[in-house]
């Protein structure tokens, strides 16, 4: 394998020439010949026994030619790239240079790489960072929760109103004849969920138990198609009008919904509470508006298929949150008419955001030469454990230890950042104000790979001179897919001759 040329392009991809030598051809095609030989017929031997030379005699010396190139293309693209020190990302694109003969071939990979990323100031960065402030409004706001949970429903005889459940049986008809989906029994309905089609609840406040009703109904536009725009009418019957009863707030409930023995400390513990959930909000928001800060600084081209996978990991996320809810995303897709184009198509701007956040984060281990002990992945790993509540050796099995290498360092080169940080303080708007300020961030905190919560923006691309000395490789896609018995399989498009 010889490198002819590299040639760098626009947007962080480099084209690489490559040329595969008679004696490396001549192996692959041993390989294909061996591979392929049980599949060619020829006069006079039984099936997979005849000899090359009498295939290469039979069906011309080239038989072999397309499957030697693939067979040969993976293992000196491999070599070539690492001969170059090419830090690459995806799959490349392969075109065959000239004709393939006994002597060889040569080909022209395609490839996106990790930018040159030059960082702007990242230290002495300035952001907005709320203050943290609970009300007693905002407890009870929690205890006024925690009584609806532990409410029960109870039957009285009036006519239903906003706020009541309504047990009903209904059935919905389009023309005269009941479609799919359009009908249940014994349904609790609460009046004012917003859970039915716009429409369909109002008209049933106001009835009482034993009372029949049709309603008429037409679907919004854009619902799901098969009755978008439509009109129906469904056939109500109202069994039971069903109002919430709210237990007493005294000691008692306090001791029916918590360990305390008065309601006092219940909300006081409640207030710790909430306070512990607005100071590591405000922190992941503060970290994040840091990195964004310094995310903007950056100059580097970055390869469109960095922005790809990023929308494309948006989307996994959001079929995961999707199904953690109990609903099947093909069910959510086809109720909600959505469209996985228009979500990535929306995603790109956020997506954009996240991989220069990655790059910074990258660049900022390299360039603090920061590394991760044995000690502190241990101790992320014990972390882990108890997030998860689970032994520290069943969570190495699920998680291999290169995540954990790659939390360790985003943490430090995050606490680089916020360490030399200057906050701007914002007082947080409370119940008392009105409308409550969640803290802020342009961006929820990710996700790690064991689902636990990050506090910073995950890199892509992890430092150099980790603790074992090795380097972690990109997460994007392999440049070529190992076969089942560990062999490399040939770069897609690896017969495309260049024009």
């Not at 014994?186 to 969920?193: P, T, V």
């Not at 049709?214 to 619902?223: K, L, M, Q």
């Not at 995961?320 to 099947?328: E, T």
């Not at 940080?421 to 947080?428: H, Q, R, Y």
Request: net charge negative.
């Amino acid at each position: 394998m010889t490198v002819k040329n590299v040639e760098k392009l626009e947007k962080s991809r480099v084209a690489i020439e490559v040329t595969v030598d008679a004696e490396e051809f001549e192996a692959a095609v041993a390989k294909a010949y061996l591979k392929m030989r049980n599949k060619i017929n020829v006069p006079g031997f039984r099936r997979g026994k005849a000899p090359r030379k009498m295939v290469e005699k039979m069906y011309g010396e080239e038989v072999f030619f397309a499957d030697a190139a693939d067979e040969a293309l993976p293992d000196a693209y491999a070599k070539a790239i690492e001969s170059e020190k090419l830090d690459t990302i995806g799959y490349p694109e392969i075109d065959l240079v000239g004709d393939v003969t006994k002597e060889g071939f040569t080909f022209r990979a395609t490839v996106a790489v990790y930018p040159d990323v030059k960082l702007g100031e990242y230290k002495g960065v300035s952001a907005p960072k709320e203050e943290v402030n609970v009300t007693d409004d905002d407890v009870m706001e929690r205890v006024n929760s925690m009584r609806e949970r532990n409410s029960r429903l109870v039957s009285v005889d009036r006519e239903a109103q906003k706020g009541d459940t309504a047990v009903i049986d209904f059935e919905g008809f389009l023309n005269g004849e009941p479609f799919d989906g359009g009908k249940g029994e014994n349904h609790e309905l609460e009046l004012g969920s917003g859970s039915f089609v716009p429409g369909f609840e109002d008209q049933v406040i106001g009835m009482k138990a034993g009372e029949e009703k049709d309603i008429d109904i037409t679907f919004p536009e854009d619902y799901h198609k098969d009755l978008a725009g439509k009109a129906v009418v469904f056939k109500v019957k109202c069994s039971e009008v069903k109002v919430k009863e709210l237990p007493e707030l005294d000691d008692e409930f306090a001791k029916d919904v918590s360990e305390f023995d008065t309601l006092d400390e219940l909300k006081a513990d409640i207030r710790k509470q909430i306070e512990a959930d607005r100071e590591k909000a405000v922190k992941v928001a503060y970290e994040n508006a840091l990195i964004e800060k310094v995310a903007d600084t950056i100059d580097c081209e970055i390869p469109e298929i960095l922005i790809e996978e990023q929308c494309k990991r948006f989307l996994e996320e959001f079929k995961s949150r999707i199904m953690a809810q109990g609903i099947p995303y093909d069910q959510y897709k086809k109720m909600t008419g959505m469209d996985e184009s228009k979500f990535m198509e929306d995603g790109r701007e956020p997506a954009l955001r996240q991989v220069k956040m990655d790059l910074a984060i990258a660049q900022i281990i390299d360039q603090e030469k920061l590394e991760a002990t044995a000690e502190e992945i241990e101790e992320e790993y014990k972390k882990l454990s108890g997030y998860y509540g689970m032994d520290v050796e069943m969570v190495k099995k699920y998680l291999d230890e290169s995540a954990v290498r790659t939390q360790v360092l985003n943490n430090k080169a995050v606490a680089v950042v916020v360490d030399s940080s200057k906050p701007e303080k914002v007082a947080a708007k409370t119940a008392e104000d009105g409308e409550e300020k969640k803290p802020a961030a342009k961006k929820a905190a990710k996700k790690t790979e064991d689902g636990e919560e990050e506090k910073k923006p995950a890199a892509k691309k992890t430092a150099k001179k980790a603790e074992d000395g090795e380097e972690k490789k990109p997460a994007a896609k392999k440049t070529s897919k190992k076969t089942e018995d560990g062999e490399e399989a040939a770069p897609k498009k690896s017969a495309k001759k260049a024009e």
